[in-house]
């Protein structure tokens, strides 16, 4: 009988996570920045940039999600080319579960930040993906926790262990 009831309450547990939209996915982080040489735009798809977005694939993490990383959440509303086709996870993954893994390019409003934040975390690493009910979401307006003041500039993107 004691097994059973665990068993029932491990099934909650795990179907509340199920319905809540909450899924934890192994992803290469790779970060950007407003930059030089980049475009008048900040993103690759308009959106207005600032700390605390990421770019994600959104066939796989929609836009308006939110990214639960070991230091902070960020908002997914950008997408890219190098994102999609997960260059970065396929070319310094070390094992097929690596290079298998998504990838998710972290922005930040300055080089020095993105190039620190990317030293001294791991170029691999396990994120909670919590998406929302699917409603019209602004991504020009999509706020960010601890977002700074919109900067339209150019960005760069750079891979984790890239440093210039």
Known sequence: MKALVIAIGLVFVFACQAFAGEDSVLARITVYWHGEGSGEDASWNGTRLRNGHCAVDPKKIPYGSTVVFRDAVCVAVDTGPDVVNRKAARSS???????????????????????????????????????????GINLATAEAPGSLSPNIANNRRADLGTAE
């Open 93 to 135: 993954g070390r094992n097929a579960v690596e290079r298998n893994a998504i990838v998710i390019d972290r922005f930040f409003e300055t080089k020095r930040e993105a190039l620190a934040w990317a030293k001294a975390h791991p170029h691999f690493m396990t994120v909670q993906i919590q998406t929302r009910p699917k409603r």
